[in-house]
Every structure is written in C-alpha cells, then in structure tokens.
C-alpha cells in the first residue's frame, strides 16, 4: 500500500513518475452508459498543464491522454477505464545534483527514509506531475456529475496576500491566477514579478464550490462528506490547510451568529445563510458546497538554501531545472478533481441508504 | 456503510446512539501483546466525561467502559477488542419537541434526507456522545503508541476569540478549558460566563502534538499522513477546518520563509523551524507532528432560533436539553484520540515500506 | 487487522470468545426502513444454539440476543446495529489441560505462532461459537433479501459418508441433521451413534441455494459473486471445500455437457440446465444460485491423540469438554448466513454499476 | 467499483479488453528494495501466452511487457509499478456474429444484464486474456516472495477424466498439460484429440503447492488464509470449485482419520500427515499450503448450439474465432499468481500481529 488507490466504488489508481516512460490512473468502478472521450479529459488536463498558465514550469509536455479500456464506442462499460499520459520532455540531466541531497521542503529526505532509495529526478512519484492522474480522473467523475445535474468548479481566493475580494465567474479563466476579480489578478501579477525577480515563490488559497447535490450525501461517522473531501484536498501535494464554509473563523464565532437558520422557499428547505459551507452532520444539506485549501510556496526556489545530504552533512543547495513559481492556478484543476471524484464517490455508496432506494432499482 | 469503521490495519467499528441503550467500539487489528485495562480506558473516557469540565451538560453519566474481549489476562491478544459504555442518565422526555423540528446546525435535516428516519432522542447517531468510542478506542491506540516511545496530545490554543500566547505544558490540566496559558484561561472564563448569560455558545481551535514518530510514516499519494489526519480530525462533529504546521498562514509566505532547512544534530538530520508541521510529501519528517482543528461553537442554544419543520413549514424553535455551551474542552482527548488511532494505523501499514522490513519479520 | 471484518457496503464487525464475557456483532451499513426486531434474529441463532439439535455440544446456552443500537421503533435508521449475546454456561475450568498442549486439527498452534499469546479457553477467539456473529448479521441481511424477494435456504447434503438422495424442503427441519431425505437422515443417525461410540467425529457437506436473485449481481473480475461467496463459505471454521454448481465434476465434462443452453420462457431468458449454479463469468445469471461447502469432521475427539505442547515436546491428548460430534448441523444456518451477507453487500455495490441507476436515485 | 482492485497492502488495479489497445496491471504497495525487470515478468506471461502449449488457441501474441513506472535502476521504489502489454493480432471481425446473440457458458448474457453494453469483441473484459494482468502482478509478487524464501507452483491434477497419479516435478513443463506424470499426459493427448475431433472441449483440476511459508500467516476470522486463497482462485474465470488439503474428501472422514498429529522434528514442530494442507484455523501452521481448483470445459466450442439473442429469442450459435480447446494448462501460471498474491498480501498485513513485531521495526 503506497496510498495510490482512492474510493469506496469509484475507485482511482494512480501511478508514474515525473521523469519515467508515462503516467496514468485506472479508473475502476465508473458506472456504464456514460459518454466518455479523450477530448473531454483532454480539456481538463490542458488547465493544468506546463505552460497553461504564464507563472509556470518551462517543461514542455503537450500531455495528450490516451483512453485504453473501458469505453466502447465513446461509451463506458462498466470495466476499469484506463488512461495514459507519455512524458516527452524529460531533461533528468537537470535533476543529477539533487541525487544525494535533501531539498527543503521537499519529499525527497521523507522519500529516502521511508523506503530507503527514490526515484530522484524531477521529485520522482513526489512531483506535482502526479495529479496529472487525478486530474484526468476528475474529468471521468465530472462527466458524471453532468449526468446529475453537478457542477463543481474552483478558482484562486489568494495569491500570497492579495486576495480576490469580488466574484466574477466569467474572470476567472482570464487572467493568469484563475482569479475571480480581476483586480486582485493583476496585484497578483506584480507580487508574482517582484517575488520571481528575487528568486523566490508564492502560495495562495483555492476555493472550490460543488452545486447541485442534494441533501444526505456523506457517511455518519469517519466518512463525513467534509472528512473525506478534506482527505481529498490535503493529499494534494501543497496543500497545508482545508476549511468547509466558515471554517476557521467559525471558532471565533457564537452559536447564535454561526447556525444557518433553515426556511422555505417554494415548499422546499433552504438556508438563510451558509456558514456551515452545505454540509451538517457531515452530510450534504442541498445548500451550495464550500471548501478552501491552503497552498504553501512552492518550495523550489532558485537562491542558495541550507540543507543536508545522504551522509547527514550540512550542504548549500542551489535547485537548477524548470520550476513553477506559484502553483496555484495549475492546482485549480486538480482541486475540483479531488472534489468530484470524492463527492461522486459518496454518492455512489449513498445510493443504498434506504431499502426503498434498493427496490427502486431490484423491483421496478 | 454508514461509515462508522475506519482504519486500513487498526480499524475500529463505532456504534451507539444519545438515548440508546449503550455505545461502543470494536477494535480490530491491534497488535498482540499490548497491556490494556479498563483503567487505563477510563482515564481517557474520564477527559471527556460529562461533567469533567465546568462548562459542559448537566447529564449525568459515569461513561464505565467494560472490555468484552480481546483481552486475556490483562493482554491484548490480537483479536478484536470490544468495549461497551452503557447508558445510565437518558432524559428522552427533554427532547419531544425536536422530532419534528430540525435543529440549525444540527444534523437533523441531513439525517432525515438522507434514511427518511432517524433516532431524534438526544441528536441520536449524530450526537458528541459518539466521541465516547472515538475516545475509547483511541486510549488502545495511546497504550500501543507508548511501546513505540511516541507520545500525543492536545490542548486548547483559542476559545472564541482568546487565545493562548504562551505553552505551559503543566497548566493544559489544571483550568476548565484546557489552555496551557493561564491568563487566556481566564481570560476565556469571563467570555464564557457572558456567553452563557446571553444564551448563546462558543467554539475554539485546538492544536495537537505527536512527538517521537520517527521519519518515513504515511503513505505517498491519497493517504498521505496529513491527508489521513484531516480526514479523522475533520470527522469530529464540530469541526470546521483543519490545518498543519504554518497551515493556512502558508499561503501568504514566499518559499524562502516557508521551507524548513535541514540540518544535522549528533550525526541526525534535524529542521531549524518547523513550518511543515512534521510533514513532507505526506509522510513524517522526523519532527514534531502539528495539527490544528477549528471547532464551530455548540449549535444547541437556548434562545429562539428560526428554523423548519418535517413539513417543511417555517417554525421557532428552543431548544432545551442539558448541553455543553462550549464542547471544545471535551474535543481535546477525541482530537487526541483521533490522531492516535490514524497514526498508529499508518504505522502498521508503514512495516511493509521496504523488503528488508519484511525479511526482519520473517526471516529474523 | 485480525480479519474480523467483513463487506465492502453492508460491513460487519464480529467480536467475542467462547469463554469471555460476551459475543457480538455490529452490523454498518445497513439500509434504513427495515423491520428487524430480536425475535428476527432470534430465530436464526436458535437454529445454531447448542442443543438445537440432538447431536451437539452439551454446553447449555440460551444466546439471548439483544439489540443495542440502530433501531429505533422497530426501524432500521442506518447507523450500525449492534448486537451481543451473553456467555452464560463458561465452564472454564473444563480446559486447564489444553493451556500448553496445542489439539490437533484446531487452531491453538496457529494462534500461538501468531500472536504469542492465546485465550485458549474453549478455542477462544477460533471456537466455533464465533460463527454466533455471523448468524446474527446474516437474519439482517435476511430481512434485507426479503423486501427484494430474495430467499436463501440450506440444508445438509451429506454426513460422513451417507449422501441425500432425494429433495423434499420440508424435511429439512424435521430430522437432527437438516437433511431434505429422512431416509438418509435414519441411516446418518446410525452412523452418528456408531461414531460417537467410538469416541470420533463426522463431517459432512451442506447445500445452499439462493433464489429470486436478479442477473447481474456480482463484480467483474476479483469480486465475483462465486469469488465472494467462496470465501464467505470457506471462512467458516471447519470448511475444506467450495463449489458452485457443477462444481468439481464439471472438470471431468465435456464443453457441451457443461454449457447451459439458453432459453426463452414467456419472453423472459432462462437456462435449460443448471451447471453453471446461477453464476456466469462471476455475475448472477438470474437461475438459482447454488454452491456446496465440504466440513471436515470436528477436531475435537475424546479418544487419546498425539500431539506436541508449547515447547515443542511431544504428548498425548486426550479433549474432555462439552463438543459436538458432528457441527453440520448447527453450520447449516451459518452457511446461510456468510451467503446471504455476501449477496447483500454485492447487490448494494450492483446498485451504481449502471448511471441510468444512479439518475433513478437522484433524479427521481 | 467493478471489482478490478484486489487487495490489502499489495494491491494490484487490472484493465483492459481483449480486443482493446491493450491490458495492463498497477501493483500499489510492493515493498521498496525488490530486484524486478521485465524479462522477470515476461518469463511468465509466456508461460500463459497463446501458443505456449500446443493445444491452445492460435490468436497470435507475443504479450511483451512493459515496466512504466516504480521501478528505479532496476529496483522497485515502493511506489506503484505499472505494466502494459499492447494487444497486436485482435481481429474483432471474426467475432461480429456474437455481437447480439448470448453465447452459454459465457459472460455475454450477465454483462449485458448489469451494463446494459458491453465490448463483444472477443470476450471483452471477461475474455480470459484478462489473466494476463493477473499473470504479470504475481511475477512481481514471486519476487518479493522469493526473498522470503517462500516457492510456489501448480501443476494439473487432471485433464477432463485423466488424472495425474505420479509425481514427477522435472515433468511439469516437458508436457502440453503441464502434470507431473508423464504417462497421464499421453493419456490426456489422446483424449484431448478426440474431443477436438467432435468439435468439443474439456477442463480439469490444477494444484497449488506453497513451500517455506512460516506458521501464522492468515487472518483469524474472515480474511483466514485458506478463505483468501479460495476467492483468489475462484475468482479466476473458468473456476467452479477449490478445496483446501483433504477438501471434499474430509467431509467424509472421521476425526481421528482427518486430524494430522502434531510431532516434533529436531525441536520444530511438523505434523504426521498433511489433511489441513498447510492451514488450520485460517492460519499456515507451517507444512506445506496445498489448494485445488476444478477449471469448467471451455465454454467456446465450435459445434452448434442453442441459445437466445437480445431481443430473448431462441437462436443457434455457431462460435467462430481462435479459442483454446482447453484452458488449463495456460491457467496453471495464473492459479501461482493469485495465490502468491494472496499469500504475499497477507504475510505484509501479517507483520504487526504482535506489538514485539512492530517495535523490531521502529525501535530497531
């Protein structure tokens, strides 16, 4: 177990490394009868890839996804669908520096002494280019969703300390941040110059929303739709914090100012506000989802830094290669992956909450 | 799956509702060869008992654990370990006037949407007295960690809006907030009072420690360890967001601030800071495990709130019961609990990491 | 993990030893609306209790169920449903003399080589009143199988060597031996007589069927239904052997003698014959499941046998207590149960194996 | 979930159809330090090839491996280890005449029922060539098991109603049926002549030896050794039957005949006979692990025969293309493998049964 299998019934498996022959993720447990192709995957894949965005890696992968099982003429089967991704623009001859030293913030000391060698070119299996995999995953659940009336998307709430503090959906694909407030995107655009120009990095805040889902989605007790899609969102390489809703402001809230009242409209439940972020109880309310994600700076940076080697000795550090000075706006993506494939999960093993909901599908 | 068994190795299988007749947990996977008694149960159930803390419910239960089996002679024998909490103190009749009436920012609405039924005797499944299993379970998960020289806790870092500015390990115990700094406790105490005068509840954030995990703990892609443990954090009731290290302030630092340099003490790698909360790349780094947890304020309060009923009618509602008007000092052994229990699960998955763990195993 | 839980969906957690305090269950996932009270599961563990049948264990035990949570009015609510049954009759000191000697054909020596440590009174963990648990979370999932027309039945096929040749289903509980050919069951009790007066054991081989289940049940390649269903069976104690259908005599056939033609009966696909026992390529294919589990005789002799103790010196046993010269019959209800549990859980995984499933939850 | 992930620790994730661009495994969870490459794999993917033997089907691949990820300068990385074998001579013309008519014997008629599609071509996902996943990820798995000192073969017990009544090991691969007896292999020749003569097919009954696995190994209640193994097997496509040591021959021994004696041997234990083939109470009680599986005749047979369409009208078949007249000699690789799986699985999970276990690991 490496960890590189996630889900109840729609299960991923990930695999590949930044510097090997491919990478790729087999998706099992994707019901049939759903329209899949290698256009809608692509799609996804483009918002992430090198290149997609102006503050990025200069590694050049055109990341073209292939489908290798499971779809029959454009249509899932039910059988584990297969996906693959070659690596065309491998320099390892970059990364030979890195082979028997520890780079800040990295994985490769924690690589190194959890199994005792690694893969060290281009972080090996700890790369950002893993969540290649789950972003074309995401992409087969957000296919999904469609057919359930789901939409789930994400943007940039912060680069650094400049933070969106309008909305506007339409904005965020058109600036380099995936901000929704254009202001912000270009504040972001001069802290992002400034920090490159001194050799260094940036992190930022993502938040996603999942619309559409209906009350009672989420396990009672350990999988809670909030645990598992903080699960989801943390075991994103950057990631160092999640909040649903109000999150960490709600503990410095009162009771009386952090409950969502609920009401009717039109017949149906509804909340006045939305603290709660649409989950209560760790299920799904019918309100909008809310998650947000911390993104620490990327830690690879370009000045000098104090480190050791495999020996234990205290060495300076200087990473060459082709780096991302913020990742946040590729990781906008495969946030809403996370998201989809996780909420999609759940919604798969609610299905059998009810014995009534077990007839309806055995008995007509 | 109501998603009340969580674990890969060491699982554990909750149940029991508010009102029912008993809770309880069984503990599956834990090793053989532990020394485990209800002594050493109880002073975690005890933490958390109703009635432990100055400002928690008014009901009255003694929460006496009785192990039914797994252990033989005072010894866990590997199979599993089965504890029951009986119910002693259950007013039923306090609640009648919440079976048709959902509750804001309770579960009640969920749980209804998603079973079409549900136990409304005390918040049922979904009530803090879950934690009581949680609590249980993690006491095995301590006395295991133990022999592995690692030790965990956690205090009160705020209460609504106080916070604790200095650590007094000593202190952590001796105030009814679990603050290891006195003055905030005091601080807390007259907010508190005020609080409850106006009818109304508070929330707060608790930080928790794992000290002595040793490097290489957590597995590299989904179930990364931060990953696992915002998952088993994130699933206790109250808990809104979840943080590691620098967490969410991470964001807004460059990499320069934010990377943790390595370097050598005694001939061991070391971190001169700890930004990355013990964690990189998902797995344990050698240092100090930090976790944060934000937990809303309690939802029952006593003053009128608007809400809905089963008809989906607009209603006012008080609730009356005997609750908590902060839960956050009772979450300090259930955060502890939970980051125990996914610890020491990671761990025993971890033995496999390399083929000449395994060969120490069977191969001498 | 010590294996004690089973289900992907519907997940039971079993737990007790034969001399300890208690036994139990805790049955999770179970879908909410179902009428289960303790009468229902009463009258399957009735069906295994000591001294149900004439030739059984004298070990006098009422096996009083209770239920302890996740019904409420008599409803399932979806949270787990605990189970326990009370030791009574533990007449420990019967097994001082089996401390340190490891009795053929049971498990004390692999306990022992396991964990180090063993509860070796009455087996312990590994006696046959384990399978208590699974009883009583197969009369759940009985009641489950019954809202979807579902009917599970089994029955003893042979004892030692003598065979029934004839089916009439109201025998079956009409004979000690739950045989569906009283003339069989006469010549088994000859046999039985003949073997216990000999100080020896018998085994035999139980049939069970399952009708009512629709095509298309079971997962494609690990998880088939006959995969699923083979270790469901052959994790009962003492089961050698498991088949399906034709089972082992179908390697002795020919391609056209093993193949079941298909069919049309009033418009519906049926099968002329019945090899396959109701599985194809590890799916339901709507005829009458069928499979066979083979038990060895019971270990548990009172005639002298070798044997070696804890330090591996050689020694005569010779087994005083209370046992059962045959188990068969008391197994037949427990083989109903690991069927019915498995066919459950399979068919809650079935529910999303096609979207236009998953929009018939969802979307009305 | 399609039931294509199989599992604890060293799980493996199969894909692929057999007329699909390729098939392929993921193997997650492979301890870190193991010597794998691809002629490793490859020697025993051509021991299933099509061609290997001389009675199998003439689809003409040379099944090449590819190692994509996990493995480092010839060493597996812990990460997980992708392998893809491309698909060559699919000729899916020769199969346009089942794409609407349920072939018996086969999966056509259940997939259609679950799915509502499904890939005709050749078989789809339930084509045996799925094997070849299974075949690739047990090569990985004899490597681990290799360095444990742990040996695992199969061989055919019997050809339809040929059986091997010799041991000869060398014998194994000198024959087109892979027994150990060479007089019983003409015999099978002659017959398997005939058969294919009358346009028919056979099956037969493979054995599966485990030698050097240590006492313990196996989990004590549902995830037994013998119960793993059993699905393992029978999850293998043509399988109806599988029985452990003595299997359906103990149900009609008595005790004293089926139970094998404990003795010492230079202060080791060992037993006098071998009835519980290698594992009592689900755990290996260290003799050698003896498992039978009963193959079905193939199901493609080219006679024609009665069967019904889509539209469930009565229909002759007449199946063309290249099958194999039987299939058992191929399946003998694949039975090791999903038993080295299985075994080495379990022997990972087994590693933390004692706290004394898991301390050898972490406090050295």
Redesign the interface.
């Known amino acids: 177990?490496?960890?590189?299998?996630?889900g109840?019934?729609?299960?991923i498996?990930?695999?590949?490394?930044s510097h090997?022959?491919?990478?790729?993720v087999?998706v099992?447990?994707c019901?049939?009868?759903?329209h899949i192709d290698e256009e809608i995957i692509q799609q996804d894949l483009d918002r992430r890839r090198p290149g997609a965005f102006k503050y990025g890696t200069k590694r050049n992968e055109s990341d073209s996804v292939?489908i290798?099982?499971?779809v029959?003429d454009g249509?899932?089967?039910?059988?584990?669908?297969?996906l693959?991704v070659f690596n065309k623009d491998q320099k390892s001859r970059d990364y030979g520096n890195i082979m028997n030293v520890?780079r800040?913030?990295?994985?490769d000391?924690?690589?190194q002494?959890?199994?005792?060698?690694?893969?060290y070119r281009g972080g090996?299996?700890?790369s950002g280019r893993?969540t290649l995999s789950r972003t074309a995953a995401g992409a087969i659940a957000r296919a999904?969703l469609k057919?359930?009336?789901i939409e789930v998307y994400a943007y940039t709430k912060?680069i650094?300390?400049v933070t969106a503090n309008t909305f506007d959906r339409n904005e965020i694909m058109q600036n380099p941040f995936c901000m929704p407030d254009r202001k912000a995107a270009e504040e972001a655009a001069v802290l992002m110059e400034k920090?490159a120009a001194s050799q260094?990095?940036?992190?930022?805040?993502i938040e996603c929303i999942a619309d559409g889902v209906?009350?009672?989605?989420?396990?009672?007790?350990?999988?809670?739709l909030?645990?598992?899609l903080?699960?989801?969102v943390?075991?994103i390489?950057a990631?160092?914090?999640?909040?649903?809703?109000?999150?960490?402001s709600?503990?410095?809230?009162?009771?009386?100012?952090?409950?969502?009242?609920?009401?009717?409209i039109n017949?149906?439940?509804a909340k006045?506000t939305n603290?709660?972020?649409g989950i209560?109880?760790?299920?799904?309310?019918?309100s909008q989802i809310i998650i947000r994600a911390?993104?620490?700076?990327?830690?690879?940076?370009s000045?000098p830094?104090?480190?050791?080697n495999k020996n234990?000795?205290?060495e300076e550090i200087i990473i060459k290669g082709r780096h991302d000075p913020v990742i946040v706006p590729r990781a906008v993506v495969v946030t809403e992956a996370m998201v989809m494939i996780t909420l999609l999960d759940l919604?798969?093993?609610?299905?059998?909450?009810?014995?009534?909901?077990?007839?309806?599908?055995?008995?007509g």
Not at 352 to 363: G, L
């Open positions: 177990m490496s960890g590189s299998i996630y109840n019934i729609f299960k498996s990930t695999w590949g490394e090997g022959k491919a990478l790729g087999v099992d447990g019901p049939a009868g759903v292939q290798l099982s499971g029959f249509i899932t089967t039910g059988t584990p669908v297969s693959i520890f800040p913030g990295h994985a000391y924690t690589f002494s959890k199994y005792g060698i690694r893969d090996g299996r700890s893993e999904c057919e359930l009336g912060s650094g300390n920090t260094d990095s940036l992190g930022g805040i209906p009350a009672g989605v989420g396990e009672t007790v350990f999988d809670k909030d645990a598992c903080s699960k989801a943390m075991s390489g990631v160092k914090g999640v909040e649903i809703g109000a999150g960490f709600a503990a410095g809230m009162h009771g009386s100012e952090n409950n969502d009242s609920f009401t009717a017949g149906k439940a006045l603290n709660s972020g209560l109880g760790g299920m799904s309310d019918g911390a993104f620490k700076p990327t830690p690879s940076i000045r830094q104090k480190t050791i234990i000795e205290e919604m798969l093993v609610n299905m059998s909450a009810r014995i009534e909901n077990v007839k309806k599908i055995y008995k």
